[in-house]
């Protein structure tokens, strides 16, 4: 069991390495979303890497680095339906492992879920371990970033707590300063 968790964080690590250019056009391209929807809907299904994951999966349906491998085929195809659902496997399997949840928040965020991002970031700083903030600091900052800009209008007193921790762990992210300086101004 040891050995597959450090199997499944290396892949991870590696999976966020590969994500991260598509991470950040999520955050800053607009889709049209009828049309997305049904072109990645006919993408994933014609994917053979999508089709042999789930192949596999079928034959052990809790092999979690195949789920989470299947999980960045989806998102890599932009189905993120299905990439939600995926990460969603995953944390059923794995409840106290925090990077599913990042991933789940980043594949709602890209749907344009909004209310289930928030919720996935929530979940996800929740179950950071102590031993784990050092390396998820990144992540952690732009998950309280995250929050912050979605209760600035809702809960202002929150919101600024939420940016202060994303500034304590990321002081170079441009966007939390920003956020920052409106919500204290």
Known sequence: MKMSKVNIKNL???LMLVGGASFANAQTT????????TTTAATAQS?????GLKKQIET?????ESLAKLAAAYQEASDWTNAVDTW???????PDWAPSYYSQAYA??????????????????????PEE????????????FYIAFAEQQSDPA????????????????QDAVKLSKTLNS
């Open 12 to 14: 991870f690590l590696g």
């Open 30 to 37: 607009q889709t049209d979303t009828a049309n997305s929807t």
């Open 47 to 51: 994917n053979p890497t999508i089709e």
């Open 60 to 64: 052990n349906p809790k092999d979690t």
């Open 88 to 94: 969603k496997k995953i944390s059923a399997l794995l």
């Open 108 to 129: 709602y965020q890209s749907a344009k879920d909004d209310a289930n991002a928030k919720l996935a970031y929530e979940k996800y700083i929740a179950t950071v371990k």
């Open 133 to 144: 903030v050092e390396q998820n600091k990144k992540n952690l900052a732009y998950a309280y």
């Open 158 to 173: 929150k919101a600024k707590e939420h940016i202060a921790k994303s500034i304590q762990y990321d002081p170079s992210n």
